[in-house]
């Protein structure tokens, strides 16, 4: 037998089993199969019953409504400078297109906001009274059949992109299982997804869906997807912002639970076959997204600022201090002589130890005033030896790890700031 | 001895410490390799790994070994998940170690690099059959450019032509890819 790769695992797995053979009551209990299938068929009837009450009462036009959807414990407040920013106060739009629930109930709908950092946002959820959010069916909101909200700020289960020279929204998302409550916090896992914690709660495999969503610009109008019916269907993009939404059973044997496309217009994993213009001119689409170089009418790329290497060059300087909390971290300093206004710019740290194969890299997700020194730390115990790394300011490209850069990235400016060398003893 | 199926040995864990560390010693590689592709850090690494077997330990009775199958697959959805949950809330969850009283393990450089070294090597067979079908001059201009970080002058002199040529085998190799990635998903 070879030696592990992680002794001090092995030998702690091996104590933690003896230990357990002398308690007996950590011994999980075998499940016997006709046990749990009952139980997953009490939890699909229980399912039903609240999304025909809930379709029901949709039809009724009335459904209760609970409290907003709240962000996990724990989850920091967005900041109108970092990261996606704020949204912008009377940006928050829900679009008019709806698409029905292969169950029924409340239609899926799409919200649309922009950010304090020029980026913009299309959330998917449920639609009722005009309102974005989640349903308390599938064990979300302890099934209380309620409609929850989406808070406006709220940047879960978006598909973000930062915002063309028109301020125009180009992206593309898809979430492989999503249960029917349209919300994944405290709900039911997809059948497939395995947890390994026998406490977790399984969805009905019918109770789950396929999403595929994203904004195609003014001059799009249809998309062509291949249904659950293995047919083509053609759905008409919403204007002004060329929106589409496919909801459909998830496909167990898709093997596919994320959520992917980071807003950048790509359209791989979805369904959609093809994408038709006003102008009459198509694209096709594969799995892998376009088939061949497809422009898209109506993007404005944004400006390139005018710099060279001359305009942001800057000593870095790189250290190892203790902080409360964390212990050893590498610190990195620099003066930021370019600023960074919105999510369009962002300068990127690399740490890279000699001898080492790997290398770690950071990026400032962060507005910057021009002249401001930076400092970028680098968590988790260095090892001894020598780091070296590099400081670039970076426009055009992917800078930010939340969000796309639309469909044709602009010219991607990258200048060295400078580079560091740091031993470690 | 004849080799015991991934369900013997778990169902052996509860009565045999070493049933499971052998479980364990079969299938550690593959999940480190796994786990490396997608975390990167060692340490993290390192993390997901124990919660997966923890996991795995717990819901043992839950893998159905039917016909010899391998639990390969079932780890690997499990590690999977895990990955998933820790993207999710910005934290690799612990809490499966903790319900079994696992203490926290304090790993050496020696096998940060052991666990590293394993990520690379794995990395290295995939890129080089991904490499395979190009002419040498393309696969070495590629791996020098795209894969080393390395410059276009300095790549020149190693391989004694000029930059321009050394950009042309670049494009002409990364289109070749682009191509067959394509008629591949064709």
Known sequence: MTNSLIPELERELAAMVARQAVAPAARPARVRRSRRLSRRAALAFITLLLLLATAALAATGVIPVGAPVSDPPGARPPRPNEGLGTVVAGTAKVLPLRVADPDGGPPWGLRLTATSRGIGCLHVGRVVDGRLGALGTDDAFNNDGRFHPFPTGMQRLAGCAELDGAGQLFASSTIGALPAAAISDGACYPPHEITGDPTARICPAADVREIAFGALGPQARSITYTGEDGRDHVQRTGAPYGAFLIVLRHDPRSGDFGMSGGGALSLANTPITRVTWADGHSCAVTPRGFAGPCPIPGYKPRPVPRLTTADVRSPVRAHVERRPGHGRVVVIRFRARAAVTDGSSAYTITRRLHGAHTWGSGMTERNIRAGEIVEYVFYGPPRHGVYTGTITYTTGGPTGYLYGTGPQARRSLKLVVGHYTLRVR | ?186
């Open chain 2, 1 to 186: 001895m004849a080799l015991r199926s991934d369900a013997e040995l778990l169902d052996r864990s509860d009565r045999d410490a070493g049933a499971f560390t052998e479980f364990y010693r079969r299938h550690e590689r593959a999940l480190v390799v796994y786990a490396g592709r997608t975390v990167r850090d060692p340490e993290l690494v390192v993390d997901v790994v124990a919660e997966t077997f923890a996991r795995a330990y717990e819901s043992r009775a839950a893998f159905r070994g039917d016909g010899g199958r391998s639990a390969r697959g079932w780890l690997l959805g499990i590690a999977r998940h895990v990955v998933l949950a820790a993207w999710r809330t910005g934290r690799i969850q612990s809490d499966v170690r903790e319900r079994l009283g696992m203490q926290a393990i304090t790993v050496t450089d020696e096998t940060l690099r052991g666990v590293e070294h394993a990520v690379v090597e794995s990395e290295g067979a995939v890129v080089d059959a991904w490499l395979a079908d190009l002419p040498a001059d393309q696969r070495e201009a590629i791996r020098r450019r795209v894969l080393q970080d390395g410059d276009y002058d300095e790549i020149a002199r190693e391989l004694r032509c000029s930059a321009a040529v050394v950009r042309q085998r670049v494009s002409r190799g990364l289109g070749a890819l682009r191509r067959a990635a394509m008629e591949d998903a064709s």
